[in-house]
């Protein structure tokens, strides 16, 4: 070995031999633990529009699994759909509240969506709740298709739903058909395809079922002591007790006892390796569906016979009627299988069997023969029976019967078929039992075997047939050969065995430790006592009841990203009620919305953004980080508008949020000394402006001040304030605040029986309250005068201290120039023209004097005309408006009347 090998093996972890068992404890729990969760049945949660199919694509699939028909499917279904496998289908209503619970626990959720119609909006909402409640998987079922008759159109239509659905699904889905219904079943090709896709469908994990188990139940009862008791499967995970249960939609209940119950449809688990069912295995458990003939209520169990079975027949029909019945009768049973034709007989007897065999020599047990020799055989309907008729009668003449003590018997002619049985198998223990499919006796050992044989003897004793009993002297052997082989090959070796009673031991503790630690593995069948349950349960809903995390329960200020939901009609307003569906909880809130500016600070908006994402604040129940949430915004099932208003996701939580909204404090300035400046109407008191002493303020030009102390010039609240350039009196001096939001503490659980705060629009609807109108409010064109500045004038002193550049230049001026400026200044000006010349300018002068005026005049009509004209349109407006105000009011006013009229009446 070189150095480096051997440094290695230093270096290497030496496991000791109690670290290996541990290592392989820890091994076999992880084993046991991933064994447990395959076992929880797949929750299939069925869901559509109305009409669209559900009721029957659950009974057409518990039909195929079991062979049993659903009659009237309320609550969940589970069935056994192979030997390790369970399936539970719930069916989802149309109800918001059962929507957003059931998409939270659905493993598999099969979205039916009917082609005559089209995809409807229960769908979008739907797959929406799915979206933010942790995407399971989804397939899409396509009914309703017997609808297009034409193979074109039919193809085109379903291509288009095929990529609608892949769209709006994110293209990883599968979208089913079901091509037809006969006899109010879907074709049994289609639900095969669909029954086998659940079967071997791999469930994506949600994160948050991993971490929340809960109980779907599947029947519940109400006791004496108003004491409600829940049974159903553990699912998500693994449920560790506490005292405390949170009953989906109705609240937090107090448990009053919890325990593991017998599993009503079991996992086999047997080593065969094939997982097909027999007949006896498949299994249906759906407690509150009425199932083929059994229906089960709160109290009682039925069994429904239908009722041609039992109603006797009415005696006072005339013959002739009777006999038409008779023969129909014959025919229908004709067509009926053996069984079910012995028993219906049997139901028509008026007398048991013992008495008819006492009074009668010639009961016959089997159909159409009769054992007694004078009598002809009776025709018979089929060719079959005819054959084991004759075949009986050949035996029946030669057959004679050993009877025990080694006589023979010679058969009578009046040899009954029922003496034949007590003949042959009197005294015979463990014989008794029949196989009733072959019609062998089960054996229990070779001897008693042989004795039987004995009793077959045809012909007299001592003619025994020898071959026979070679042949099944053979075949015993051989038989037992197989078994022993079997035994062989069955036989565990030592290790195995060893291996085994340490698992089935280790099992057992685990069990042990489990129910007294007050763990319930997933896939465990409970049931849960609850006390004083506050309100009613609906059999049809989901009950859901959850397991209460620790501080999940907590209330306090949560901060979510939200966004208004693109097909919502309206943006959401800010402290306008809410209702939130988070974690398992619904509750109705009083949120905030805000966005974040660059500095982190969080400002309030009003409404939520038409097309982007903003922050919501509000009071609520604590939910972990990154948990998806859904907003509506009223419980009501009107499908005129889009249910869903926003989906969002929370971010932090926390005792308090600071939102600031912004507030800008408008002043104007009363005084003006070079860089100060006394500012009023900004404050309300000196107090006031102690309090923003040092703040900054601004004019609407921009320059920047500070605000510096309380004035006693001018009205109270009055300040000085310094800015970095001297301030025109007439400008405007803002200064900009936050103030701090006030998130109200409102927080109302959603429970059947709950009542709502209303939001503003719900209000003034309810109470005919118009809109509020703030003239303020309303945007007014403003006239604004054009400011007239000063020339500016340099200082001599300042001049020539300028540099050259911006010093004022000596400029030569032009004769005209020069010529106004004598005028200006009333110098006199010295004239070169002639007379002549002075008397044609003087005329021209005189001339475009007059057509200036002409001009001013001109423009001075215009400028009237135009206001004149804009005066009218302004009035027209203003009349127009005022007109409209008056109709809407008396609208309103008339409505109102209506609705009390009709209060009135009703009264
Ligand atoms: N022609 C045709 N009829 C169908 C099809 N699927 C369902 N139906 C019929 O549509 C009707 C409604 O079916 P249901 O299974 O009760 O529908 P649902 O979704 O459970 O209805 P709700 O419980 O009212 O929400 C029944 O009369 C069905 O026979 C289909 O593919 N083709």
Redesign the pocket.
Known sequence: MSDSEEEQVKQAPIIKPHQKQQKDFYAEQLQANEEAESQAPLLVVVQ??????????IKSLVKHYTGQKIKKLVGPVTVRSNKQHRVTFV?C??DINAMSDLSKVADLALI?IDASIGFEMETFEYLSLLNNHGFPNVMGVL?????FKDNKQLRKTRKKYKKRFEYETGGNYKLFY?Q??KN?Y?LKQDIHNLARFISIIKIAPVRWKTEHPFILADRFEQGKDNTTTFYGYVRGCTYRLNDRIHFVGQGDYYIDSFEEVLDPVEIINNQKKHRSLKDTEKLVYAPMSSVGALTIDATAGYITIPQPLFTEKNKFVNNEEQEDEEIEEQEQQQELPEGVRMVRELQKLTEGIDKQLEEEEDVQLLEGFELEEDKPIKKKNSQQQIQQQRELVRLKNRVNIKIENGTVMPITDTLLATDLHELIYQNKNGINEFDSVRYIPKVQDRDSYREIKELFVTGFYGQTDVVDLENLEKQIEEEQLEEEQEQVQEKPDDNQKEKDDNQKRQQLVNQLTNSNLGLYKKGTYVKIVIKDLSSSIKDDYPMILARSEVGEDNLGFIKIRIKKHRWHSNILKSNDPIIISLGWRRFQTIPIYCVQDPNDRLRFVKYTPEYDYCYAIFYGNFAPQGTGLVCTQSLSNKLSKFRIAATGVVLEMNHQFDVMKKLKLVGEPFKVIKNTAFIKGMFNSSLEVAKFQGGLIKTVSGLRGHIKKPSKLGPDGSFRATFEDKIQISDLVFCRTWVRMHIERFYRLITSNVKLMKTMWELRQEKQIPLEFKPDSTYQDQERVPVKFAPLRIPNNLQQNLPFESKEKVKSLSFRERLRQQVEKNLPVKSNMTDKEKEVYSLIQRLNTIKNEKEKKREQKDIQKQKVKEAQIKGQKQHLEEGKRKYKQQKQKDKFIKQVKKQQQQQ
């Open positions: 559509g529009p109305k009409g669209s199919g559900k009721t029957t694509l069916e209503p149309s039916l009914t309703h298709i017997d609808f079901l037809a219904l109010e879907y």
